[in-house]
C-alpha cells in the first residue's frame, strides 16, 4: 500500500535508503530525517539560507545540520526550545501532520485558516494541534476514511507513512 509512494519519491532523489541498499518502511523515522526530506521535496537547499544553528544538540558537521537549519529558515519544524533541536528523536503522527502543513503552507502564504471543521473528541487531540488538523482534513493531507494510513496522534511514524503523506502533500502541490 506504501509501496508507490516510496518509489515516487525515491525515483525523484527525494527519499534515500540505507548503504546497505534497504529503506526499511516500517522503521522509525527521526526529526532530523523529516527535515531533509521536507527539504529536498519543497526544492529547499541545505545551506541556502547562510544560517548556523542555535541548537547545542546539533551537531557541527552532522549530516543533518543544514537540512535543519535550512528547515527551521523556512518555518517547516521548529526546536524543542531556543537551543535544543533533539535531531534523533522519532516524531509523532501529530509532529509530522504539523509539519506537513507547515510545507503546504510554506508554498500557499495565502492559504486560509480552517473553519468548521469537526475535530473527533476521541482522538483527544492537544489544543496546539487542533489547527494543523483541521488544516490537513481541509486540504486533504488526511482523509476522514478509507485510507490506508491510519491516523493516530502520539503514534510514532514510520518510514512509509511519512513518505505516503509526503507524496499525498506533493500531489495536492501539484508538484508531481
Known amino acids: 500500500m506504501y509501496k508507490a ?4 519519491l525515491s525515483n525523484r532523489l527525494v527519499l534515500k535508503g540505507f548503504g546497505d541498499g ?5 522503521k ?8 531533509a526530506i521536507l527539504n529536498r521535496s519543497l526544492g529547499i537547499l541545505p545551506g541556502s539560507d547562510q544560517s548556523t544553528s542555535q541548537f547545542e544538540d546539533v551537531k557541527k558537521g552532522a549530516w ?14 521548529t526546536g524543542y526550545s531556543p537551543t535544543s533541536f533533539k535531531p534523533d ?9 504539523v509539519m506537513l502543513v507547515r510545507a503546504y503552507e510554506y508554498v500557499h502564504a495565502d492559504s486560509v485558516n480552517a473553519t468548521g471543521i469537526a475535530t473527533p473528541a476521541a482522538l483527544k ?3 496546539w494541534f487542533i489547527p494543523a488538523y483541521q488544516k490537513a482534513i481541509q486540504e486533504g493531507i488526511l482523509l476522514s476514511g478509507g485510507d490506508p494510513f491510519t491516523f493516530h496522534p502520539a503514534q510514532t511514524a514510520t518510514r512509509q507513512e511519512s513518505a505516503y503523506l509526503l507524496h499525498r502533500l506533493l500531489e495536492i502541490l501539484v508538484f508531481i
Not at 509512494?5 to 515516487?8: K, L, Q, T
Not at 522509525?28 to 527535515?35: L, Q
Open 64 to 77: 543533518y545540520e543544514k537540512d535543519i537549519d535550512s528547515a527551521v529558515f523556512a518555518g517547516l519544524i
Open 28 to 35: 522509525s523515522i527521526t526529526r532530523a530525517e523529516f527535515a
Open 22 to 26: 534497504t529503506f526499511k518502511p516500517e
Open 89 to 97: 528523536q522519532t516524531i509523532t503522527h501529530q509532529e509530522m501532520i
Open 5 to 8: 509512494s516510496i518509489e515516487a
Open 125 to 127: 487531540l492537544p489544543e
